[in-house]
């Protein structure tokens, strides 16, 4: 598939990839591939952001290419480096065999094969199957340098590197941001992107996601799962556990054979759902009891 035709195709593409996916969302993912506009999506962790740039790829059968973010990632690091290695091993041997010219070997060192490409040069090179999907993933751990300096490769899809000159996407790559907002991240990169925020789903969207990532989990056992799960979101937690951790802690309880939750079932697999310690001491005692007939009690009927 080259492209989504519709928002219809945009969600039956998705699904065939278990990425299940909302009108809003495949809307502005629509969108965004036919105005050829980068895609900012935020929200919690764990709601599915990096899945759906993955499962775009996959859909489009396009390569995907991840720049996973982080405190101090700076422009060098996400475009490319020289392989210093290679160039002093290239360095010692054109000595050992004398008469090496300086100017010559500064000239054969800076080439093509000593180069060491990054996802945001490797984004910009022709793909087989068309351009790549680029995940710049969790934007938000940056600085506001790396920022600026992102703002003006997307704008013009081109990188510069000074020895070889300016690399140009001679198609632009398919731009999806993704952030947690543990900061807020500049307007001027935003404005030049299609926003969505990406929240929790509800009840029964949750039920259709963990029907297509453990299809082998039993209905009544799902439905406990989410209702959990979506009780547990509603509680004063450090980290809320995302969709990610209701998919983790449904293949945990599979893997134990487990048909129905219990509190010894949920106080024995709480690591896979929270990820903090204070948040597991919260659910101790009669609290994951208590949590547990709270999410019973919303799957009886009114």
Not at 87 to 95: K, L, N, P, S
Request: glycine share 6%.
């Amino acid at each position: 598939m080259t492209e989504f035709s519709s928002i219809d195709a945009v969600q039956e593409g998705l699904a065939r990839q278990d990425y299940v996916c909302g009108r809003a969302l495949a809307t502005v993912v629509f969108l965004s591939l036919r105005l050829g506009r980068p895609l900012f999506l935020e929200g919690e962790a764990g709601t599915g952001k990096t899945e759906i740039a993955k499962a775009i790829a996959a859909a489009l059968g396009r390569r995907l290419i991840r720049l996973q973010c982080y405190e101090g990632l700076d422009a060098a690091s996400a475009v490319y480096e020289w392989n210093f290695a290679e160039q002093m091993i290239a360095i010692r041997t054109a000595e050992a065999a004398g008469g090496a010219d300086a100017d010559m070997l500064k000239t054969e060192l800076f080439t093509q094969d000593y180069l060491i490409e990054r996802p945001l040069l490797q984004a910009m090179r022709p793909q087989d199957g068309g351009a790549p999907v680029l995940l710049i993933d969790e934007i938000d751990r940056t600085d506001e340098p790396f920022e600026a300096f992102l703002l003006e490769a997307l704008s013009d899809f081109q990188v510069t590197i000074p020895e070889l000159g300016t690399v140009k996407a001679p198609e632009p790559p398919i731009v999806i941001l993704t952030s947690n907002r543990t900061r807020e991240v500049h307007d001027a990169l935003k404005r030049r992107c299609l926003y969505h925020w990406v929240d929790y789903p509800s009840f029964d969207r949750e039920i259709e996601i963990l029907q297509a990532r453990a299809p082998e989990a039993a209905e009544a056992l799902s439905r406990e799962v989410v209702a959990f799960v979506q009780a547990l979101r509603t509680e004063d937690l450090f980290k809320k556990p995302g969709v990610a951790e209701t998919i983790d802690w449904a293949k945990c309880l599979l893997a134990l054979d487990v048909i129905d939750l219990s509190p010894e079932v949920i106080a024995d697999t709480l690591g896979a759902i929270l990820k903090y310690q204070d948040d597991i001491a919260r659910l101790q005692g009669s609290e994951a009891k208590r949590i547990l007939d709270d999410a019973r009690a919303s799957l009886e009927p009114a």
